[in-house]
C-alpha cells in the first residue's frame, strides 16, 4: 500500500498527473510532526482529527481520500487493498461484495459484468419456454375450433342428404297422383297495369311468408338432427316462444319479462329527427321491417340512413314517430341485448384469429345459460355458415402485417354480431369496398341466415351489382331531406316506379337506377318537370292506398293516377308563381346586408351552442354527460354480482367478463414473441444508455471545512462546502427520464391502438371497468420484465453501493407508473401524436416539477397551487428514491445531512417515494377509466 501511494506521489511531484478526487496522494510535511489520525494546515495551526473515510497515516498537512480500490479504517490510520470478490469505491470503510454474476479482481473499485451477457440469455431462453408453453396451449385450442367446424360441416352434408332423400320418397310418390289436365292460370290478366298486379301480389306474399315459416322449422329440426348426432343441444331461437306461436290473433306483445328471447316485426310511423338548431335530417317516414326478410337500405349521400337505424334503435332520440315491436309501441333501445349492429368499418383486434374474435363476442353476449360447449359450436356454425371455415385460425391482419382477405374480414365482421344470436341485424354498408363477387357472396349469406334464424335484418348498401341486389328481399328508398321514397318488396320496386312513369333500360342496374330516381337524375314519363321531392308525397298517397283504404287492381290505380295529376298541377303553379316573382323588381341586398345577417347568424348559433347545447351536452335528458355517469357508477354497485340479471337477456357476471378480457389481453400481449421482442427493445436500449451515463459514478465526500476556509479563494468556499463528487441525482434523472419515454410509449399501445374496438364492444354491452382492469393486469408482467432488462443493463457500468432491490423495485413501480400515463394519454390524445406527446409531457413534469431545476427544498417559495405540481410528478418521488437508496451506504460514516438539506430530500422516505409512485399511478388508471367513458361516449351507443 505504501509503494502505491508512493509510486503516485512521485508522478504528482514530477507534474505526470494532478491530484482528483479519486487519486491517492498525500499531502505530508517535513518541517512538522503531526500525531497519526490527525492533520495540520501548517506549522502554527493546531492538530485537527481526521474524519471517517480519509486515510491520515501521520505527518499530514491535508487529510486524503481514502484510494480507490482500498478500504480504510475508520480511524483513518490504516490502508488496505481490496481482496478478490470485493470492490471498495473512494472513501471506503468496509468492503462491497460483488453482486452475483460478476468478477472483482483485487484492488478493484468497479465489478466486471461479464455474468450479465449470461444472465441476459437466460432470460431470454426462459421468455422464449413460456411463450413455447403458451403457444402450445393456444394451439390446442385452435385445433379444437378446428374440429368443432368439421362438426358443424359434417352435420349440414348430413341434413342435406337428409333433404335430398326426401325429395326423391316425395318424387317418387307423386308418380301414383294423376296430374292435372288444365294448367292454373294467374290471379291477373296480363293487360292489368304493374302496380295493380303488384297489390294483388301481396296475397301471395302472405303464403310465401307462411313458407318460410315452414322452412325455418324445417331448417330447425336439421339443427336438431346435427345437434344430436353429436350428443348435445343447440340453443336457437325457433326452440323458444314467438310472437308466431304464441298466438298472433291476440295482437297482445310476449312477456318481456320472462327469459325467452323474441322474433321482431318493427314498424316505425313518422319518424322525425330535428337538430336543436332547427335543421331537420329525418321527417314523416314509416314503413315495417319484417322478421325473416333482409332489407337493402338506399338513397343518396344525406338522405338519413344510418340516421334511420339510429332513430329505431334509441342511439339517437327521436324528436317524433314512434316505434312499435310485434304491433306493440315500444322501443327498441329496452332490447339492446337482442340487437346486433354491423358497422361500416371492419372494426376487431388485428393480432386476434379469426376464432379469437368470433369467441370472445359469443361468450361475453351470449346468455349466462349456454354452457362453454354450446357456444363453441354456436361459433363453429356460424364460422362454417359464413365461409370463413377455412381461415378459422388465421389472424386477422392489417396493413402492416398480413392476414385475411378483405372479403373475409367483412365476414368476421358481421360473424361478430351473429355468434351473439340477436333477433335484430343491421348491417352499415357491408359491401363496401369488396368486389362484386364477393359482395354478392354476402349478401347471399346473408339472406340464407335470414331465412333461417328469421332475422329482422336491415342493410344500409350503395351501388351494389345487380347480382347483389338480387339477393335482399325488400328495399327502402331514401331521398333527400330524410323522407321516403319507397319501402316494400324488392320485385314490385320497379312496377312501382314505371306506375310513375320512369322507364328503366335492359342494361340498366336496378340498384342504379332506384338511385338516379331518388337524386332526381332521370325523367317520368307522366310527371311534369320531375324535381326528386314530387316523389314524397306519391309514395304517401301510396301508402293511403294501399295500408288506409286496401285498394287493389284498377281503384288503386285511379288512385295514384290522380295523385300524379295532382302533382302535375301543384308544379305548374309552382312555376307560374316563380316566373311571376322573376318579372317584378327586387332589390339584391347589399354586401354590408349579408355580412350582417351571417353576423347575426354566427352569434346566434354560438350563443346558442354555449348555453343550449352545453347545457344539454353535460345536465339535460338521458344522454347528458353528468346523467350517464352517474347511472354507470351506480350500476358498479351491482355489476359484479353474480345474481344481478336483465329481464331480457342475463349476461354472465363481471367477474367472468373480465376473466374473458384478461386471457383476450395476455394472448394480444404475448402471444406473438416478435412483436413482445420488438417492444422489450425500449426497456433494452434504457439500461444501456443509462448505464453508459453512469459510468466511473462515484461519490466523494466534501472536502474537509478547515482546508476550504483556509486554502480555498473567496470565489470558490460555496463549491468547496459541496461533495467533491456527486453525480446520483442527475443519473437518476436520465434513468427516470428514459424509462418514462418507454414506458409512455409501451402503455399507448395498450388502449391507444384499439379504442375504436373498445368503443364497438362497449355499444353491445362491455363495461370499461372489468377491460381496463383487464388490460392493467396484464401488462404488469411486461412492466416486471421492463425493469428486470432496464435494472441488469444499468448496472453494467453502475455500480450500486445501495440496495439492489431497492433499485429494481423503484423500476418496476416507475414502469407501472408510466405505463398508466401511457393509458391516458392515448385516450385523450390522438395515436398519431402519442410519441410527441409523451416526450413533451415527460420533460414537463421531469424538468419543471422533478426537483432538479427548482430544488423540492424550494418549494416552499412557489405559490399553492404549482406546489401540488410537485406531489403529483413521479419524478420528484422517482428521483428522490434512487439518490437516498444510494446515498444512505455513505450516511454511515460521512457528513450528507448537508447535501439532503440542500435538495429537499429525507434519508427515510424510501418507502413513502415507493408509495407515492403507486398512488400516482392509481390516480392515472382512475383518470384513464372515467377519460374512457367521456371520449368517445357517442361511439358506445
Known amino acids: 500500500v505504501q509503494s502505491d501511494a508512493d509510486s503516485v506521489q512521485r508522478n504528482i511531484d514530477a507534474g505526470l498527473s494532478s491530484i482528483g478526487p479519486t487519486t491517492c496522494a498525500c499531502m505530508v510535511t517535513d518541517e512538522y510532526i503531526v500525531t497519526p489520525g490527525y492533520y495540520r494546515l501548517n506549522a502554527s495551526s493546531s492538530e485537527i482529527p481526521c474524519n471517517a473515510g480519509s486515510y491520515c497515516p501521520g505527518n499530514m498537512t491535508q487529510p486524503t481520500f481514502c484510494c480507490p480500490g482500498y478500504v480504510c479504517t475508520r480511524d483513518t490510520l490504516s490502508m488496505s487493498a481490496c481482496e478478490e470478490g470485493y470492490f471498495c469505491p473512494p472513501q471506503s470503510i468496509q468492503k462491497q461484495k460483488c453482486s452475483p454474476l460478476t468478477v472483482c479482481n483485487a484492488r478493484t473499485e468497479t465489478q466486471d459484468r461479464w455474468g450479465t451477457i449470461l444472465f441476459i440469455f437466460v432470460f431470454g431462453v426462459g421468455i422464449w419456454a413460456l411463450w413455447y408453453i403458451y403457444n402450445m396451449a393456444n394451439s390446442k385450442k385452435d385445433d379444437f375450433y378446428l374440429s368443432m367446424i368439421n362438426e358443424a360441416s359434417e352435420a349440414e352434408k348430413k341434413a342435406k342428404r337428409k333433404e335430398n332423400f326426401q325429395e326423391v320418397k316425395d318424387v317418387a310418390s307423386a308418380r301414383w297422383t294423376a296430374p292435372s289436365k288444365t294448367e292454373t292460370k294467374s290471379k291477373t290478366s296480363p293487360n292489368v297495369p304493374p302496380a295493380m298486379r303488384m297489390i294483388s301480389e301481396k296475397r301471395e306474399n302472405t303464403v310465401a311468408d307462411e313458407k318460410g315459416k315452414k322452412d325455418a322449422a324445417h331448417e330447425e329440426a336439421k339443427l336438431d338432427d346435427a345437434a344430436i348426432s353429436t350428443g348435445d343441444t343447440v340453443p336457437s331461437k325457433f326452440n323458444k316462444e314467438t310472437p308466431e306461436t304464441a298466438g298472433e290473433g291476440t295482437n297482445k306483445e310476449p312477456s318481456y319479462a320472462s327469459e325467452k328471447e323474441l322474433n321482431f316485426t318493427i314498424r316505425f310511423e313518422n319518424l322525425e329527427y330535428t337538430l336543436p338548431d332547427g335543421f331537420t335530417i329525418m321527417q314523416g317516414v314509416t314503413g315495417e321491417f319484417k322478421k325473416g326478410r333482409l332489407c337493402a337500405v338506399m338513397g343518396p349521400s344525406g338522405a338519413g340512413k344510418t340516421t334511420l337505424f339510429n332513430l329505431i334503435t334509441g342511439k339517437a332520440k327521436r324528436t317524433g314517430g314512434r316505434v312499435l315491436l310485434n304491433g306493440e309501441v315500444g322501443e327498441l333501445s329496452k332490447y339492446k341485448r337482442l340487437v346486433g349492429f354491423v358497422p361500416q368499418e371492419d372494426i376487431m383486434l388485428c393480432s386476434a384469429t379469426v376464432t379469437d374474435v368470433l369467441n370472445f363476442s359469443a361468450r361475453r353476449r351470449l346468455p349466462n345459460t349456454y354452457t362453454l360447449k354450446q357456444i363453441d359450436r354456436m361459433v363453429a356454425k356460424y364460422t362454417h355458415k359464413l365461409g370463413i371455415g377455412h381461415v378459422a385460425t388465421t389472424p386477422i391482419g392489417d396493413a402492416r402485417k398480413r392476414g385475411i382477405s378483405g372479403g373475409q374480414r367483412k365476414r368476421v365482421n358481421v360473424g361478430m354480431e351473429l355468434v351473439a344470436n340477436p333477433s335484430v341485424l343491421f348491417l352499415d354498408e357491408p359491401t363496401t369496398g369488396l368486389d362484386a363477387s364477393t359482395a354478392y357472396d354476402l349478401c ?3 339472406r340464407n341466415l335470414c331465412h333461417e334464424e328469421q332475422l329482422t335484418s336491415a342493410a344500409v348498401i350503395h351501388s351494389p351489382s345487380q347480382s347483389a341486389f338480387e339477393e335482399f328481399d325488400d328495399l327502402c328508398l331514401l331521398g ?22 320512369f322507364q328503366k333500360s335492359p342494361e340498366k342496374n336496378p340498384a342504379d337506377f332506384f338511385l338516379e330516381v331518388a337524386m332526381g337524375r332521370t325523367e317520368s314519363k307522366k310527371l311534369i318537370n320531375f324535381h326528386w321531392s314530387d316523389l314524397y308525397p306519391l309514395w304517401e298517397e301510396h301508402r293511403r292506398a294501399t295500408e288506409t283504404d286496401q285498394l287493389e287492381g284498377e281503384e288503386y290505380v285511379r288512385r295514384m293516377e290522380q295523385a300524379i295529376k295532382n302533382t302535375n298541377d301543384k308544379t305548374l303553379k309552382r312555376q307560374e308563381s316563380l316566373r311571376e316573382s322573376q318579372s317584378g323588381e327586387e332589390q339584391e341586398p347589399g354586401a354590408c346586408s349579408k355580412f350582417c345577417s351571417k353576423l347575426g347568424d354566427f352569434f346566434k348559433r354560438f350563443s346558442y351552442v354555449i348555453t343550449v347545447d352545453l347545457y344539454r351536452y353535460w345536465f339535460s335528458g338521458d344522454n347528458s354527460v353528468c346523467i350517464e355517469l352517474f347511472a354507470w357508477l351506480k350500476s358498479i354497485v351491482c355489476y359484479f354480482n353474480p345474481r344481478y340479471s336483465n329481464p331480457i337477456r342475463t349476461l354472465p357476471n363481471g367477474f367472468y367478463i373480465f376473466w374473458l378480457c384478461l386471457n383476450r389481453a395476455c394472448k394480444q400481449t404475448y402471444g406473438n414473441l416478435g412483436d413482445f421482442l420488438g417492444e422489450m427493445a425500449l426497456p433494452t436500449a434504457v439500461g444501456l444508455l443509462s448505464s453508459a451515463t453512469a459510468n466511473g459514478l462515484a461519490f466523494v465526500g466534501r472536502i474537509e471545512p478547515e482546508v476550504c476556509n483556509t486554502l480555498s479563494p473567496a470565489q470558490q468556499i460555496g463549491s468547496c462546502e459541496q461533495p467533491v463528487a456527486d453525480g446520483y441525482q442527475s443519473v437518476g434523472m436520465f434513468l427516470l427520464i428514459a424509462t418514462s419515454f418507454a414506458g409512455i410509449t409501451m402503455g399507448s399501445s395498450t388502449f391507444g391502438g384499439e379504442r375504436t374496438v373498445f368503443y364497438r364492444h362497449a355499444s353491445t354491452g362491455l363495461d370499461a371497468i372489468p377491460y381496463i382492469a383487464a388490460k392493467v393486469i396484464a401488462d404488469i408482467p411486461k412492466a416486471i420484465i421492463a425493469a428486470v432488462l432496464t435494472t441488469v443493463l444499468f448496472f453494467v457500468q453502475f455500480y450500486p453501493v445501495g440496495n439492489v432491490g431497492n433499485i429494481y423495485g423503484l423500476m418496476m413501480v416507475f414502469y407501472l407508473s408510466s405505463f398508466a400515463q401511457g393509458y391516458f394519454l392515448s385516450i ?53 428514491a434512487f439518490y437516498i437508496n444510494e446515498i444512505n451506504f455513505y450516511a454511515d460514516y460521512l457528513d450528507v445531512d448537508d447535501r439532503l438539506e440542500y435538495y429537499g430530500y429525507v434519508l427515510s422516505n424510501f418507502p413513502t417515494d415507493i408509495g407515492a409512485i403507486m398512488l400516482i399511478n392509481l390516480f392515472y388508471i382512475g383518470l384513464t377509466l372515467i377519460a374512457m367513458k367521456l371520449v368517445g361516449r357517442r361511439k358506445m351507443k
Open 444 to 446: 347471399h349469406t346473408l
Open 480 to 501: 333527400r331531406g330524410g323522407q321516403l321514397i319507397y319501402l316494400g318488396p324488392r320485385e314490385d320496386a320497379l312496377p312501382y316506379f314505371e306506375l310513375l312513369g
Open 828 to 880: 385523450i390524445v390522438s395515436y398519431d401524436y402519442i410519441p410527441l406527446s409523451g416526450v413533451v409531457w415527460t420533460l414537463f413534469w421531469a424538468i419543471a416539477f422533478g426537483g432538479t431545476t427548482t430544488r423540492v427544498s424550494q418549494r416552499d417559495t412557489m405559490p399553492p397551487f404549482l406546489q401540488w405540481f410537485f406531489s403529483m410528478s413521479v419524478f420528484r418521488w422517482g428521483i428522490e
